[in-house]
């Protein structure tokens, strides 16, 4: 799918199309051992090996709306994911996400940030990647920095 492609669809469609095609990375980094889940540790990603961040998820609930160091948390993973290039979506549910980077047996409390990695060694490609950063850097020209995406429900 072409940047021309995404920018055509209608918006309804660009937001079903863009959370199914989270859900599919998400799953598909999982299986490739490519994530990285949880502010802390997504800072520890971002300061030691920053090249290897392909796609970063931010995610809040009405929840921790009012919570003020994960919205400076943010703001500085956001900063940082625009000074280094990487794409950056965030999603309204952190249960869904969770479930989702997760297994059953495991429950994540801090999934309000998921980095999508590039291991060194053996880079693995999915062409729903590309249709998110396809997404973000369309949604970048209509001035929509960080494009909020839903996730599918179950």
Known sequence: MTLE???????????????????????S????????????ESAKVMN??????????LAMDEEFECDIALQIHFT??????????????????????SEIVGDK??????????????????SWEDPALE???LFCEGSRSYNEWVPEITLPER
């Open 5 to 27: 492609e995404v920018l055509i669809q209608k918006p309804s469609e660009r937001a079903q199309c863009t959370g199914k095609a989270l859900e599919e990375v998400l799953g």
């Open 131 to 133: 249709k998110l950063h």
């Open 29 to 40: 980094a999982k299986a490739n051992d490519c994530l990285t889940i949880g502010v802390y």
């Open 76 to 97: 500085l993973i956001q900063a940082f994911c625009f000074d280094n290039g990487i794409s950056i979506v965030r999603v309204n549910d952190m249960q869904r996400l």
């Open 48 to 57: 030691v090996d920053p090249d290897s961040v392909s796609f970063c998820v």
């Open 105 to 122: 047996a495991e429950e994540f409390e801090d999934a309000h940030c998921v980095l999508i990695t590039n291991p060194a060694e053996d």
